[in-house]
Nanobody
Framework: QVQLVESGGEEVQTGGSLRLSCEASGRTYDMGWFRQTPEKDRVFVAAVRRSGGDTHYSDSVKGRFTISRDSAKNTVVLQMTSLKPEDTGVYYC?????????????????WGQGTQVTVSS
């Protein structure tokens, strides 16, 4: 079983930066970040392989956000810069606990409790 605990969400002004952290307990493979919009849709933000060597980002955050992981600490970080109001939402950390074929990220077996990010104009 895996438990995920996110931290770092705050209110920040447009153009500012935040660093979100997700501390995992248990064995994890791929890990990712998702944003829940005010309309309650959960959208993909970024993902990283178990090795930390390969990453993938949504087009909306590419060039602004960076996902990384520290395998020794079993922690994944989302460094967010040049924040926009549309980045506002509850950010959830997700973890896969197994490998699947085909090269896709996931599957997302476990989720954290979420951390609120608010970007004000």
């Amino acid at each position: 079983q895996v438990q995920l605990v996110e931290s770092g969400g705050e209110e920040v002004q447009t153009g500012g930066s935040l660093r979100l952290s997700c501390e995992a307990s248990g064995r994890t493979y791929d890990m990712g970040w998702f944003r829940q919009t005010p309309e309650k849709d959960r959208v993909f933000v970024a993902a990283v392989r178990r090795s930390g060597g390969d990453t993938h980002y949504s087009d909306s955050v590419k060039g602004r956000f960076t996902i990384s992981r520290d395998s020794a600490k079993n922690t994944v970080v989302l460094q967010m810069t040049s924040l926009k109001p549309e980045d506002t939402g509850v950010y959830y950390c997700a973890a896969a606990t197994r490998q699947v074929g085909g090269g896709a990220y996931g599957p997302w077996d476990y989720w954290g409790q979420g951390t609120q990010v608010t970007v004000s104009s």
